[in-house]
């Protein structure tokens, strides 16, 4: 994703890969020479305390086809076309490419193959033979866009009666679509939006930054504090204490202080982002119609579909991992803060009409405050979920 990025807002950029890949084909870029591997060099190259390191290239990883003795001696002729089969990574990479970019069956990738690189494969079978397939009339022709109806009756009728769904369409020119789409947001909207988010960032980092200044223990009492302050039991404290000890102890505490600092960020933001969306909700039945459903979604979706947007927008990095985290831990504050709001009993609302109160007073003066119980269960509920999202974001 980092590479498609770069490459798709034409950044500079340098990066390891491994091939075959249609990464390397898609984008058409050039692997840099290096010497050739050698152990010694290598094992320098890797060393920290060599004094004299050298280039080297990485040990190269050899792929090779192996066959079951008794298919060697009955079908020689299979076994000399594996052993005469190589194909250069340059060809693999192109072909995986295009491939991926028309989002081309198996079957349609290996027809382009064949079409495109007779070079290749006709070394591996004689000669005869290679004329004969030369001649296949379907290769690189994938089929895209609606499907000829008479000419695939047949086909739809079998899936009809096998039970498997019938594959009317060819949904390809969508997806191909979709992908173009994206990276046009990407291109235009990409530096920019790593702009407006800085000041996010730059809170992040400050939070980060002061945990890691404090000592630590002084952060293991703070958190033990709130601990006993929300559990009012010394067993709970004494163990909260004791995990905080453990992770300095193992050398973790850098780590623990960046994933605290992150989840704390996280919250707070879908906190101030929640409530008044909350708020919002219970003022309007036409805003919670149509937002439920919405939550319905986001609180189904899998914790990793969170992260795919972000990354590719932004690349690998705090941002992307923070905003997957606020968007994957808002909807509990945003549910309850409205449900806490609806549920304040409307004999004392009547009350307060009668009394005058403005709309203002009403909200800020009775009604968050008899619905605080169910708004601090959301901001509870929303904690745990930052927390759970902070360790897959982690990845990124």
């Not at 990738?109 to 397939?133: C, I, L, M, R, S």
């Not at 960032?201 to 709130?226: S, Y």
């Not at 902070?390 to 990845?395: C, P």
Request: net charge negative.
């Amino acid at each position: 994703a980092s590479i498609a990025r770069k490459v798709t807002r034409e950044e500079p950029i340098l990066t390891y890969y491994w091939g075959p890949t249609a990464v390397i084909g898609r984008y058409n870029l050039v692997r840099l020479e290096m010497p050739a591997y050698e152990p010694e060099k290598f094992v320098c190259l890797t060393d920290p305390n060599c004094e004299n390191p050298q280039l080297s290239d990485w040990k190269p990883g050899e792929v090779a086809v192996a066959v079951v003795s008794e298919l060697k001696d009955k079908a020689p002729n299979v076994t000399a076309f594996l052993e005469k089969m190589t194909v250069p990574n340059d060809a693999i990479n192109a072909v995986l490419a295009w491939g991926d970019e028309m989002s081309a069956s198996p079957e349609e990738t290996a027809n382009y193959f064949f079409e495109n690189y007779p070079e290749v494969w006709t070394q591996w079978v004689p000669e005869d033979v290679a004329n004969k397939a030369s001649k296949s009339p379907t290769w690189g022709k994938p089929n895209r866009g609606r499907r000829d109806m008479a000419e695939n009756s047949p086909r739809l009728l079998a899936q009809v009666f096998s039970g498997e769904f019938p594959d009317f369409i060819d949904t390809r020119e969508l997806r191909i679509t979709i992908d173009e789409a994206f990276n046009w947001v990407v291109i235009e909207f990409g530096e920019a939006l790593e702009i407006a988010f800085l000041p996010v960032l730059h809170l992040l980092n400050a939070i980060e930054d002061f945990l890691l200044w404090m000592p630590w223990w002084l952060v293991i009492g703070i958190i033990a504090g709130l601990g006993y302050a929300a559990t009012r039991s010394w067993k709970v404290t004494g163990a909260i204490a004791a995990m905080m000890f453990l992770m300095g102890f193992f050398g973790m505490w850098e780590p623990a202080m960046a994933t605290v600092a992150l989840m704390l960020t996280a919250t707070l933001l879908a906190v101030v982002i929640g409530i008044p969306l909350g708020i919002g909700m219970s003022r309007s039945d036409r805003m919670q119609a149509g937002m439920l459903p919405v939550l319905d979604i986001m609180q189904t979706m899998p914790i990793f579909v969170y992260l795919i947007p972000f990354v590719m927008l932004f690349g690998p990095g705090k941002i992307p991992a923070l905003l997957a985290t606020i968007v994957f831990a808002v909807p509990p504050v945003i549910r309850l803060t409205n449900l806490g709001i609806r549920q304040v009993d409307p004999e004392v609302m009547e009350a307060v009409i009668a009394f005058g109160a403005t709309p203002r007073q009403r909200l800020f003066s009775v009604q968050i405050p008899l619905a605080l119980p169910t708004i601090v269960a959301g901001i509870n509920q929303t904690t745990m979920m930052a927390l759970s999202m902070v360790v897959i974001a982690s990845m990124i």
